[in-house]
């Protein structure tokens, strides 16, 4: 609804495919007097999130892409971030869940949160909570793991196209703040094109591709296929954010220039080097990384189990070096004091760090292959995947 006059209000009505229909009419009298048609406004998201990006997007990651990464990512220069997977049920329904799963700051824009569920209902409730505090709501459709297989959400909806435009429509209906969607492909083109036009009519302003099917996933994961991501950035008129087959920003270039997306996401390579968001060369140390890591924790606390699973990614290729130091890191910790426990967890870096000699084991340096070596992000890929 726009504000024409003190007097009148404009209201454009979805109509059919991409047409939309405005109505014009006086508020004092509540008679319309006009009626006109349309093409779909484009939204002001791409404008609100400075498309296109040059940074990488840091991806929406389950117990991963919290508060203390988002800043620690913001520090190196990401511009757009998204927060973990939320579930759209227990967010609704919980104020404990709420407080747990979902913390914010000064300087935490711009932001997309992410959702997963399949009650258009009950995902709009969760959505309510946090409208107002980020660029976009986002609906995940990407999620392969088991967890969403039994919860039915994630890539376990993409064969139910009129479930999913139903709860893009209830949230884009109903929010103030734009609503955004996660997928990944089906093995048919020609299907995968038609949800994508689907979920644009239905009200997504932005479509974030990861091109592989849900099948594709860890020790399955196949190469990403970035030809679909171009054929579907041609058929939609919203913002396309390509995702998958990123570990380094020369990669990110060449899937800018194969997919001509508005921005391209990065997940498991950014959790090794965060540094990859805005390209930094050379990058900041694992150790000077996993330093200023554990600094954004002592700002924005997390569990310990959150903390060792960052610190073990960021000092991935120094504990290739000295695995001895992995014990450390995820042994019992029964101090309670969080400040306490970070100055054990610092201990612990800076030792390692005394053995490194100046960094001169190639294998401290994030993104690198090295014989047999190969990053975090490389376990699961071929032998000459970066």
Known sequence: MQELASSQLFVSIKGFGKRWFGLRFDVDSGIAYGMMTAEKPRTSLADRLGFPLRELVVAPMVDQSEL???MLCRKYGATLCYTPML???LFAESAKYRRAKFTTAPGDRPLMIQF???DPEIVLAAAQYVEGQCEAVDLNLGCPQNIAKRGRYGSFLLEEAD???SIVARLAAKLQTPVSCKIR???????TLDLARRIEDAGCSLLTVHGRTKEQNKERVGACDWDIIRAIKDAVQIPVIANGGVGTFAEAQRCREATGA???MSAEAILENPALVAGMDPAPSPIQMALDYLDMVARYPDTK???QAHLFKLLHGPLC???EFRQLISRPHRVRDVEAYLDAMRQHVDALDALQLGGEDARCRPHQNIGTYYPWYGRHRVSNAV
């Open 321 to 323: 070096v000295h695995p």
């Open 305 to 307: 189990k959150v903390i």
């Open 262 to 264: 508005d921005a391209i």
């Open 185 to 191: 492909i089906l093995p048919s083109r020609e299907r």
């Open 68 to 70: 203390a990464f988002r």
């Open 116 to 118: 997963c569920g399949n």
């Open 163 to 165: 479930l999913i435009c």
């Open 87 to 89: 579930h759209a049920r």
